[in-house]
């Protein structure tokens, strides 16, 4: 079973900068070898969790228009890791991340809740005006 781990949440003020990372463990034989897609996710209290960005097992990243520019994803394959480092930060951006993988495309998935049978627990990001 695929475990995901996040850390690196805390509180800033805005305009400052987090490294969120995801230590994902649990690989079979089966699932080393499928293609992955590996996102971050935010849910703000009161609203829905939505996808924040995305990198298939090729490199190609997606990302929600309100962060792309501030965010960037990255995987390193080597440590079994999922970062998302995130600069500018506004206090919008202030929500519980969430590491999710799903074997398959990316395409069409970054706005999709469903379909991630793999979810981390959250990491909490307080943005400070």
């Known amino acids: 079973q695929v475990q995901l781990v996040e850390s690196g949440g805390g509180s800033v003020q805005a305009g400052g900068s987090l490294r969120l990372s995801c230590a994902q463990s649990?690989?079979?034989?089966?699932?080393?070898?499928?293609?992955?897609?590996m996102g971050w996710f935010r849910q703000a209290p009161g609203k829905e969790r939505e996808g924040v960005a995305t990198i298939s097992s090729a490199g190609t990243t997606s990302y929600l228009d309100s962060v792309k520019g501030r965010f960037t994803i990255s995987q390193d394959n080597a440590e079994n890791t999922l970062y998302l480092e995130m600069n500018s930060l506004k206090p919008e951006d202030t929500a519980t991340y969430y590491c999710?993988?799903?074997?398959?495309?990316?395409?069409?998935?970054?706005?999709?809740?469903?379909?991630?049978?793999?979810w981390g627990k959250g990491t909490l990001v307080t943005i400070s005006s």
């Open positions: 999710a993988a799903r074997i398959g495309s990316c395409m069409g998935w970054l706005h999709r809740n469903y379909g991630w049978p793999y």
């Open positions: 649990g690989y079979t034989y089966s699932t080393y070898y499928s293609t992955f897609c």
